[in-house]
């Protein structure tokens, strides 16, 4: 599983002194990135191809707080793919210093051409990476979200 520390910044806190809500999507959005870069797939080699990850929809779960400063351990996992790839479900959990799971944001999203602006089936080289990315147990097949 891919796993990066993080810490809750200043600017991550809300009105109630934990982490806001739109937080714990800016990290899991880093965190994706993050985890892209790694595969040799970093930003510039996003703009080179003309493409990017576009978010159809979020979902976050709250179970505990975070706190100014604190450290947190945040995962990655594919949670759903589509045949062609064109479509993906990205989970990320948030995990505190002592152990406790404290968010899990699952992420529906797949890929645009940022010439036509318009959802497409990454490039073989990159759907391979995403087929070899870890799973959560709950991994399901997506239905393709482009057309013949």
Known sequence: M???????????????????NTAYLDKSADVRMMYFAQQGYPASEFLRLKI????MRDELEYFREIHLLEEMKVNLAFAGLSDDGSRM???????RADGKLAAR???IGG???LSARKLIAPPPALFEVMKLSPQTADFQRLASSIGP
Do not use: C
């Open 2 to 20: 891919f796993e990066q520390t993080l810490y809750a910044g200043w600017g991550d806190m809300d009105f109630n002194a934990h982490m806001k």
């Open 52 to 55: 990017g990850p576009v978010v």
């Open 89 to 95: 479900s990205i989970r990320n959990e948030f995990t």
């Open 105 to 107: 944001v699952t992420t």
């Open 111 to 113: 890929w645009m051409n």
